[in-house]
Every structure is written in C-alpha cells, then in structure tokens.
C-alpha cells in the first residue's frame, strides 16, 4: 500500500515553454502532499506544501508564479514549471501523506531537462 | 527540528551487516529518528522511525542509544541494492504531516 506515482517520468523541453507534472496517491486519499527539487550530487530541497483544497505553501525562495501547484482533490497534485529556463532543470520528486499519518510516502520523481 | 550529523560514505561488503551511524546530539525528548534511503534517480523510501526504543521491521534494524544522541541502522545482510544513499531525519511525530528536512546523508555502496 500507499504508493505515489508520477507523470512524466521525465521531459525535455525548449526554454520558456511551460510543463505540468501529475503526482498521483494511488491507494490512499492524501490530504497532504510535497514538492520536492533535487539538483544533481544534491539532497532533496523542499519547494512547497499543499494541502487538499487550499492554497500551496510555498519555502522560502521559490517563487509561487513560477511553479504553480494545485491540489484540487485527495489523490492528485500537479507541479506546473511556468516559462521553464535552463536553471530549472532538475529532478523534481512529489510525497504525500494521510490524515494523521506522519509518514511521507515518495513518488520516483521526474527528471526535467530545459534546453 | 534537531540536526543530524552523518559521514558522507561508507562501504560494505556484500552479505555482511551494514552499520550506518547517525549522530543527534540535541535531540529533544518528543522527537523521532527517521530514517530515508534513496537509490539513484529515485524517490526516497521509507526505511524505520523510532523514538526511543530498538525498533526492527523486515529492512532493518534501529538501534538508539540510551541517551538519544545517536543512533544506528543497521541493514543485517546488505545487498547490492542496497546502494544508495541514507538519511537520518530527527522530527517531532505530531497529528498532520510536516515537511522533512534532508540533510546530506551517508552514501553506502555495498561491494560485491
């Protein structure tokens, strides 16, 4: 149980377009789930937080208009990387929890390639 | 949250036990210790938490010591797949899910 999967696995994309990713919980209603960045020979950096039907908090840092993050039901949160330039290149992992489980359970995350 | 303090690598022969060491000095006392491993180009996966007492499921064993300022995983016949890197993650258990703070970790590199 309590398994996450993402879409894509990974993209490539020209430089100012924009890409969505899905993070799906797939047997468990996640009430929480987490962007995760993780650049290369780095640990993972948490980006934002979103909760089931309100706005995504976001860490200090990362700019909320540029990575728009909606969670608009209890198995699905969407990361979409708006105008995507090199530097945004990067492998980006969601995670999700259930209502009173402190667990956080990892999509296999997606590798993002601007050129 | 408390900091945690881990060596950067480590090496293991394949088929023995694999000691990763993990120091929390300024653990508080409603504090637990996770532990994350992440293979390559993977999302990270949940290993064992404890709090104070040894704790063992069917990936590893958690040794803490009695005073709580360190702590062990131990994987007792590590395998190849077992490469990856580990995290040691000191956090407060409460009702609603928090962010987790991933420190650098120990990267284990099981040898054949």
């Known amino acids: 149980g309590a398994v996450v999967s993402q879409h894509p696995s990974w993209v490539i994309c020209k430089s100012g377009t924009s890409v969505k990713i899905e993070c799906r919980s797939l047997?468990?209603?996640?009430?929480?789930m987490f962007w995760y960045r993780q650049f290369p020979k780095q640990s993972l950096m948490l980006m934002a937080t979103?909760?089931?039907?309100?706005?995504?908090?976001?860490e200090q840092g990362v700019e909320k208009d540029k990575f728009l993050i909606n969670h608009a039901s209890l198995t699905l949160s969407t990361l979409t990387v708006t105008s995507a330039h090199p530097e945004d290149s990067s492998f980006y992992i969601c995670?999700?929890?259930?209502?009173?489980?402190?667990?956080?359970?990892f999509g296999p995350g997606t590798r993002l390639t601007v050129l | 949250d408390a900091k945690t303090t881990q060596p950067p690598s480590m090496d293991c022969a394949e088929g023995r036990a694999a000691n990763l060491p993990c120091n929390h000095s300024?653990?508080?006392?409603?504090?637990?210790v996770y532990w994350y491993r992440q293979i390559h180009s993977q999302g990270p996966q949940y290993i064992i938490h404890?709090?104070?007492n040894n704790e063992t499921n069917e990936m590893a064993s958690l040794i803490i010591t009695e005073d709580r300022k360190s702590s062990t995983l131990i994987l007792p016949h590590a395998t190849l797949r077992d490469t990856a890197v580990y995290y040691c993650?000191?956090?407060?258990?409460?009702?609603?899910?928090?962010?987790?703070?991933f420190g650098t970790g120990t990267r284990l590199t099981v040898i054949p």
């Open positions: 300024t653990i508080s006392g409603n504090e637990y």
């Open positions: 979103s909760n089931e039907g309100s706005k995504a908090t976001y």
């Open positions: 993650i000191v956090r407060v258990e409460q009702t609603g899910a928090n962010n987790l703070f």
């Open positions: 047997d468990f209603q996640a009430t929480t």
């Open positions: 404890g709090l104070k």
């Open positions: 995670s999700a929890s259930f209502s009173r489980e402190i667990l956080q359970y």
